[in-house]
């Protein structure tokens, strides 16, 4: 978990709060007009919860800065980013695919996003 600094968090966070945005304004102009409402709600909660996560992992890069020794920081930071992955992920996946399957992936993303914040919490300065 070394490798995983508090300045490669800091990026990552910035990255995907980036495409989070990117995603959205693509979502508002451009999905709208080929998904149905249902399928648009759902890419909607994708990117909603990839920029709060977003925000989460520059929350933990900031900790990882702040308390160098703790790993809960950057254990914390790996779990938001698993969760984006499965949890955004596989919404982006079913809406652009229509598979629903996707959605079984879904609940692994949300319990690596509780994990994170548990591990967040458990950070000593």
Avoid: D, K, N
């Avoid at 709060?52 to 920081?73: D, N």
Wanted: glycine share 14%.
């Amino acid at each position: 978990m070394q490798a995983l600094t508090a300045g490669r968090l800091w990026r990552l966070g910035a990255g995907l709060a980036g495409v989070g945005v990117a995603l959205g304004a693509f979502g508002a102009h451009g999905l709208r007009s080929m998904v149905t409402p249902e399928r648009l709600a759902v890419f909607e909660t994708g990117v909603r919860y990839q920029v709060i996560h977003a925000l989460a992992i520059l929350a933990a890069a900031w900790a990882a800065h702040a308390a160098p020794q703790a790993a809960a920081p950057r254990w914390a930071g790996a779990l938001f980013a698993a969760g984006v992955l499965l949890f955004s992920g596989s919404l982006y996946l079913l809406v652009w695919t229509g598979v629903t399957t996707w959605g079984a992936v879904t609940p692994f993303g949300g319990l690596a996003f509780l994990a994170g914040w548990v591990v967040l919490a458990s950070t000593r300065f």
